[in-house]
């Protein structure tokens, strides 16, 4: 009789104990609002866990790249929005300098402002980022991974934006034409300039309709690493949201929970208690 009362008190002591802990793991789960501490926890969703782990891993990478190729992106916008407003003043410029009523006096003023659009111009196509890329590169722009299958560019080469333009004459630069509305404002003879200038109007609106061509290009580039940022995004919250799902505390269902075990414990605890109050004479008889 003493034996068998002493394994039932030594099980309910065990019990009791065991409530003990899931009460703490259940308190440290809400304290720390993971339910998953170690892999044994619950193996299926830890190894779930992890992939998505990894997986987070790269989008911040990606993310990274994206945003870093949005910001060059964004530099060459406003390189190229410099370019055509250079055209738009050249033309100005070579407009006014095929009259005949302007001075020569005038004419070398604009000479004069017109090497400097051109001088600016040489600048913005040789510019560098702050950490000292090349904006326009001279050979095929870097792609940046923006996911496991993505590649995309955020400029285009220096060539492509600045040479191969087809004039009436022939391919040359955009450098070139602003050279040919030098020369045409500097010919004294009155019809030859207007000559020469109206030739070097040709090639200048050429000149603005491919820039204005290469802006729309930089355009869609930017419009595609929006895009990926959105997917990139997209894809963050998906996984966040599972993640949370499998690996995070439900603090309503665990406080229920808590709370139970706790009423639990408490009552094991007193009728344990009261039990044990009883002497050895009490058992026996």
Same mark, same amino acid.
């Given at each position: 009789?003493?034996?068998?009362?002493r394994y039932r008190?030594?099980?309910?002591?065990?019990?009791?104990a065991?409530?003990s802990?899931?009460?703490?793991?259940a308190?440290?789960?809400i304290?720390?609002?993971k339910?998953?501490q170690?892999?044994s926890?619950?193996?299926?969703?830890?190894?779930?866990?992890?992939v998505?782990?990894?997986?987070?891993?790269?989008?911040?990478?990606w993310?990274r790249?994206?945003?870093?190729?949005?910001?060059i992106?964004?530099?060459?916008?406003?390189?190229?929005?410099?370019v055509?407003?250079?055209?738009?003043r050249?033309k100005?410029? =070579?407009?006014?300098?095929?009259?005949e009523?302007?001075s020569?006096?005038?004419?070398?003023?604009?000479v004069?402002?017109?090497?400097?659009?051109r =001088?600016a111009l040489?600048?913005?196509?040789?510019?560098?980022?702050p950490?000292?890329?090349?904006?326009?590169?001279?050979?095929?722009?870097?792609?940046?991974?923006?996911?496991?299958?993505?590649?995309?560019?955020?400029?285009?080469?220096?060539?492509?934006?600045?040479?191969?333009?087809?004039?009436?004459?022939?391919?040359?630069?955009l450098?070139?034409?602003i050279g040919s509305?030098?020369d045409a404002i500097?010919?004294?003879?009155?019809?030859?300039?207007r000559t020469?200038?109206?030739t070097a109007?040709?090639?200048?609106?050429?000149?603005?309709s491919?820039?204005?061509t290469q802006h729309?290009a930089?355009?869609?580039?930017a419009?595609?690493?929006?895009?990926?940022?959105?997917?990139?995004?997209?894809?963050?919250i998906?996984?966040?949201?599972?993640?949370?799902t499998?690996?995070?505390?439900?603090?309503?269902s665990?406080?229920?929970?808590?709370?139970?075990? =706790?009423?639990?414990?408490?009552?094991?605890?007193?009728?344990?208690?009261?039990v044990?109050?009883n002497t050895?004479?009490?058992?026996l008889?």
């Amino acid at each position: 009789m003493i034996t068998a009362t002493r394994y039932r008190a030594m099980a309910e002591i065990n019990r009791q104990a065991k409530l003990s802990t899931a009460i703490a793991r259940a308190e440290s789960d809400i304290s720390t609002g993971k339910r998953i501490q170690v892999a044994s926890d619950d193996p299926i969703a830890a190894a779930r866990v992890s992939v998505i782990r990894a997986a987070q891993a790269d989008q911040a990478v990606w993310a990274r790249n994206v945003q870093t190729a949005k910001s060059i992106a964004g530099q060459v916008d406003t390189a190229l929005s410099n370019v055509s407003d250079i055209f738009n003043r050249v033309k100005e410029l =070579t407009l006014a300098g095929a009259s005949e009523s302007v001075s020569s006096s005038d004419r070398a003023a604009m000479v004069q402002e017109l090497n400097s659009l051109r =001088t600016a111009l040489t600048n913005i196509s040789t510019s560098t980022t702050p950490t000292g890329q090349s904006l326009f590169p001279t050979d095929a722009p870097l792609l940046v991974s923006t996911s496991a299958t993505q590649r995309l560019p955020a400029t285009a080469q220096r060539s492509t934006v600045f040479d191969g333009i087809a004039y009436a004459h022939g391919t040359a630069s955009l450098d070139w034409v602003i050279g040919s509305a030098v020369d045409a404002i500097s010919t004294d003879d009155v019809a030859a300039r207007r000559t020469a200038a109206d030739t070097a109007l040709s090639d200048i609106d050429k000149a603005v309709s491919h820039v204005t061509t290469q802006h729309a290009a930089q355009g869609l580039r930017a419009a595609q690493l929006d895009s990926a940022a959105e997917s990139l995004e997209s894809a963050s919250i998906q996984l966040s949201e599972e993640r949370s799902t499998l690996e995070d505390t439900d603090v309503a269902s665990t406080v229920m929970s808590l709370n139970a075990k =706790t009423l639990s414990l408490q009552a094991a605890q007193m009728a344990f208690a009261k039990v044990n109050r009883n002497t050895l004479f009490d058992l026996l008889s």
